[in-house]
Nanobody
Framework: HVQLVESGGGSVQAGGSLRLSCAAS????????MLWFRQAPGKEREGVAA???????TYTDSVKGRFTISKDNAKNTLYLQMNSLKPEDTAMYYC?????????????????WGQGTQVTV
């Protein structure tokens, strides 16, 4: 099983930036697709950004132009650069991984989840 550990969350004023990191215990077949998703209190989980091993990225509409997902294969680390943060971005942010391609933005499509890091705007 892949272990995922998120970090980088915190409190920031509206308009500010944060960079989230997700350290994976391996960088192999099991992390061919990776996802950042979030969940705010009383709301459903929402996929935010996804990336494949080939570098293809997908974003939910509400973060396009503000968030950037990237992956450093040498460090087995997934990142989410979040700029121009808004109060509605406040949530617990999680990373997820799956060996299959084409998983999209649905968290339930991913086999491995981290424990999350809180972002408050």
């Amino acid at each position: 099983h892949v272990q995922l550990v998120e970090s980088g969350g915190g409190s920031v004023q509206a308009g500010g930036s944060l960079r989230l990191s997700c350290a994976a215990s391996e960088n192999t077949y099991n992390t061919r697709s990776m996802l950042w998703f979030r969940q705010a209190p009383g709301k459903e989980r929402e996929g935010v950004a996804a990336i494949t091993s080939g570098g293809t990225t997908t974003y939910t509409d509400s973060v396009k132009g503000r968030f950037t997902i990237s992956k450093d294969n040498a460090k087995n680390t997934l990142y989410l650069q979040m700029n121009s943060l808004k109060p509605e971005d406040t949530a617990m942010y999680y990373c997820a991984a799956d060996p299959r391609l084409g998983r999209g933005l649905g968290p339930h499509q991913y086999s491995y989840w981290g424990q999350g890091t809180q972002v408050t705007v």
